[in-house]
């Protein structure tokens, strides 16, 4: 008997129990012992139902993932899936927690399907690059129809209990929170009533209502938008519509077929390799795994901006009391007006209810008075990029803050040891670096100090989860990881409209990537001041910084879209970037005023000028160590600049391209070009000496 899936009656119930942490995914041990076990529930003469129950956290949550890459052992999940459908008494599903991928699709196999009002049901497959490869694509439609199982199949998006039960993927859901129970009970309802075995691959009627209407060209016309880009989206539509063109074993072989097709994209590998990163970049290198976390019950927030109300809303977001604190009460209206508009904008989109807004609001104070963060356990700073105004600040937080509290500055590229020298508590000083729109972006680069402590490390990583972000801890350098990468991104850019490329040629190059908007869009959209002012500080700090032409739009006091003219120009409440004749005459007059004479750029060659750039620096960046694992660069750039997760972040990008190749290219740019940025980082030619990738550090 296999010690992760075992067999035994209650009653008149043969129940098979399933037990696999974290989220039962079924491993081969698992669907080797499904088989088994429902076997021995066939032969058990006393057993009248069946019923598929797990133990932990949730029901099976789909393949194991784990094995995915590796030689796939017998047995297959669809023949698995097809036996247990194939059984002779009915077979009930128990479903709590989330029944994901091939776990709805073994629960598609049931006969029966009953489920807690918590539980939540979705097909996932297609965020990771693939689609349901046991049946759920011939199944699903059989029970919800063509619609909704399009929508549930393209999107991955989860369905709870209740729309579940209304849209017939369920039988029926029950309060509480003992499945085994609710399961037990429903299976004894089934025997009581000498219920069938029913088989959804034997249902007809939502196949027959939608065949040959044209809800599968309206779908593909709608994912020519939604899905731009993307592999695996199609292959889902073309096996749904499989499911309303073939006989039920004819549209399993087509599944499969499109399945392998997936499971061979480098998409596939892309997604795959993104969702583990996510979640190993939140178990920080070096850090004991016991390492004690700080209780975070009340913060303080300093800037009442866009960012410090974005920073605000996370925590109201999660019920955690926040005193919000500026130094003049309209700023403090201001920002206070500006969160309400947010959570009110919610509510017309019917995410919260009027109620929920107000609970939210009620949880932020607002404040005049550095005193009244007396007995906050964490304050962050979100005021201008001002160093000196920064020291003061957080001097001031020194006197005030009671011991053990955490300060934290949400500082985008500044020293982190250089503010923290600013207070006699540098151990417990850090970088919390959120991302514009703060309440949005899912990225928080924490940012640890030279004196930092594990304890502040491991609290500020623990506080990111509690707020629903993906938090990766960095180490302290100009721009951290992310803005130290996109600075030379950046500055490529730059440099490829003074030689004669367009603005929108080199936005269009990134958006072809995948990105969601290019350099240049990005700098309309935060702010040409925002560049303009960091690049005048550098210049007064003695560096040297060149001219660039989009200090002239600064100066002219085209800002990007909150002025509606900046490198684009914008309709009145339009963002859509529009090429603008008088900022390409501005370029034209600037490259004279250089000496510049334009020439010819290739798309190709802003590819590897604005990509390659980022890996070089990106190799600078684990050579230095402020990145522990390249797998903490992917998941920065995916969460915080929407690197294309199907491309798996630019260090996993750079290892499919090969880096031997993208090593001859960055010396070809030192040789041409010149410069520090092209400068070889040491550790990539390491790597290609050794014959080794980034992924294998
Ligand atoms: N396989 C292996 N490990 C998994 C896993 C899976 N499917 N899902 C989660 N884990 C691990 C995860 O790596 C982490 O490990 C721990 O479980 C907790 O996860 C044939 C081909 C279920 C909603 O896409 O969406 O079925 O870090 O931190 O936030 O058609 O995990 O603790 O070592 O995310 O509470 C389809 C993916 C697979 C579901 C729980 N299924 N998982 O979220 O915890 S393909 C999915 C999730 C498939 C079939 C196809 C979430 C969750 P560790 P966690 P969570």
């Given amino acids: 008997m296999s010690e992760v899936v075992t067999y035994n009656r209650d009653g008149s119930i043969g129940v098979i129990t399933v037990n696999y942490p974290p989220v039962n995914a079924l491993s081969h041990a698992v669907r080797s012992g499904l088989l088994a076990a429902l076997e021995q529930g066939e032969q058990d003469a006393d057993a009248k139902v069946l019923l598929v129950v797990c133990e932990g956290r949730t029901f099976i949550a789909g ?110 859901v029950e309060d509480g929170s003992d499945i085994r129970a609710v399961g037990l009970a429903f299976a004894q309802q089934i025997a009581d009533a000498g219920k069938p075995v029913r088989k959804v691959r034997e249902l007809t009627d939502k196949i ?57 994209s480098p998409q596939r590998a892309g997604l795959i390799h993104a969702f583990f990163a996510e979640r190993e970049a939140s178990k920080v290198k070096g850090l004991a795994k016991d390492t004690p976390v700080r209780d ?153 100090g030279s004196q930092t402590s594990d304890e502040v490390k491991a609290t500020v990583m623990d506080v990111a989860k509690k707020i629903r972000k993906v938090g990766v801890l960095v180490g302290n350098c100009y721009g951290f990881v992310g803005n130290r990468m996109l600075h030379q991104r950046g500055a490529e850019a730059m440099a490829l409209v003074n030689e004669g490329a367009t603005p929108q040629q080199v936005d269009k190059v990134l958006t072809d990537l995948g990105y969601p908007m290019g350099q240049f869009a990005m700098s309309d959209l935060a702010g040409i001041d925002v560049g303009y002012r960091i690049r005048e500080e550098r210049r007064k700090a003695g560096e040297n910084v060149p001219a660039s032409w989009m200090d002239k739009l600064a100066e002219q006091g085209r800002l990007g879209q909150k002025t509606q003219a900046g490198v684009y120009k914008y309709e009145e409440g339009s963002r859509k970037p529009i090429p603008d004749l008088e900022v390409e005459q501005l370029i034209a007059a600037f490259r004279q005023e250089q000496g510049i004479t334009p020439r010819e750029i290739t798309d190709q060659e802003i590819l590897e000028r604005c990509m390659y750039v980022m890996i070089n620096e990106g190799a600078k960046i684990l050579e230095e160590g402020i990145a522990d694992r390249s797998l903490d660069i992917d998941v920065v750039w995916i969460f915080g600049y929407g690197f294309p997760a199907y491309r798996g972040g630019p260090m996993f990008w750079a290892d499919q391209i090969g880096l031997a190749s993208i090593l001859d290219t960055v010396k070809r740019f030192h040789d041409t070009l010149g410069g520090e940025q092209w400068k070889p980082a040491a550790l990539l030619e390491q790597l290609v000496r050794e014959g080794r990738k980034f992924g294998d550090l």
């Fill in 208 to 264: 027959d209502a939608d065949k040959g209407s044209d809800v599968f060209e309206r779908f593909r016309a709608g994912l020519q938008q939604k899905a731009r880009g993307l592999f695996a989206p199609f292959k889902c539509l073309d096996a749904v519509e499989a499911a309303f063109n073939l006989p039920f074993f004819d549209g399993l072989k087509r599944e499969r077929e499109l399945f392998m097709e997936c499971m061979a």
């Fill in 63 to 172: 393949a194991d993932i784990r094995e995915f890459g590796k030689p796939m052992q017998e047995p297959g999940l669809p023949s698995v899936i097809n036996r247990i459908e194939d059984a002779s008494k009915p077979v009930v599903a128990a479903i709590h927690g989330t029944a994901l991928g091939g776990g709805l699709e073994v629960a598609l196999g049931c006969h029966y399907r009953v489920a807690l009002a918590s539980a939540k049901v979705g097909l996932p497959e297609v965020k990771l690059g693939l689609l349901p490869g046991a049946g759920g694509t011939q199944r699903l439609p059989r029970l919800a129809g063509a619609q909704k199982a399009l929508e549930m199949i393209t999107t991955g998006d989860f369905v709870a209990a209740g729309e579940a039960l209304a849209l017939g993927i369920l039988d029926a």
């Fill in 296 to 448: 975070v019950r009340s913060v303080g927030i300093i800037g009442a901006g866009t960012m410090g109300g974005g920073i605000a809303m996370n925590f109201a977001n999660v019920g955690i009391p926040v005193i919000l604190l500026e130094v003049k009460q309209d700023a403090l209206d201001k920002g206070l007006a500006i969160i309400r508009r947010n959570y009110e904008n919610s509510a017309k989109k019917g995410k919260l209810t009027q109620a929920q807004v107000e609970e939210r609001m009620a949880l932020i104070t607002p404040s005049l008075a550095y005193e009244d963060f007396s007995q906050v356990d964490l304050v962050i700073e979100a005021v201008f990029e001002n160093m000196a105004i920064k020291k003061e600040i957080f001097a001031r937080l020194d006197e005030v803050c009671k011991p053990g509290a955490i300060l934290a500055s949400n500082t985008s590229t500044l020293d982190i040891d250089e503010i923290a020298s600013a207070t006699t508590r540098p151990q417990d000083v850090v970088g919390m670096h959120f991302f514009s729109p703060a309440n949005v972006m899912k990225l928080l680069e924490n940012v640890r």
